[in-house]
């Protein structure tokens, strides 16, 4: 009877030790990924650039790299502000993704603007850019703008003037 005791209270110790274990194995595991959760994608984690493209004709391809150690979220369209201009450039939301566009380090998002169109008027030959990125809700932006650079001289921008949804391809980005 004694050694069932004592088996008994070995095991029971055993038990114990390797929960306690499995508990801080659990506890370590979930720190990292805490840490590493997703980020909303701003100028500060991405590199914006610009892209001109030979097709469709006035059109510029925005390109946001994530530059950061963290994935992040690439919410909606850019919000984009040509020279002094009063409001933000219309989104196309018929180019709506299924799904937020997510970046890991080093993946980049696209969105394409089309800069003018023989419907188009009152237009200027913009010289300066600002891109904010938009929030989760997509009612606002969050952090400060990127300003990537227009092409050499400038780009002719009129009302017709509009950007498409962050997405995960500049074929697809460039399809509107």
């Not at 938009?134 to 400060?144: F, K, L, Q």
Request: hydrophobic residues 40%; positive net charge; aromatic residues 8%.
């Amino acid at each position: 009877m004694r050694l069932t005791t004592k088996a008994a209270a070995t095991a029971a110790a055993l038990t114990a030790a390797l929960s306690l274990t499995a508990l801080g194995s659990a506890a370590s595991a979930a720190t990292p990924a805490a840490k590493s959760a997703p980020v909303t994608c701003t100028a500060a984690t991405t590199k914006v650039t610009i892209a001109e493209v030979d097709r469709p004709i006035n059109h510029l391809l925005l390109k946001a790299k994530n530059t950061g150690t963290k994935t992040c979220y690439a919410y909606g369209a850019p919000f984009l502000r040509f020279d002094e201009g009063q409001s933000a450039t219309p989104w196309v939301e018929a180019s709506k993704p299924q799904a937020v566009v997510t970046l890991k380090p080093g993946q980049t998002a696209y969105a394409a603007i089309g800069t003018s169109s023989p419907e188009g008027s009152e237009g200027s030959q913009a010289q300066n850019l600002e891109a904010y990125f938009s929030n989760r809700t997509m009612n606002g932006s969050v952090g400060n703008p990127a300003a990537p650079k227009l092409p050499e001289g400038g780009v002719y921008v009129d009302s017709s003037a509009y950007v498409t949804y962050w997405q995960t391809t500049a074929s697809d980005a460039l399809m509107w």
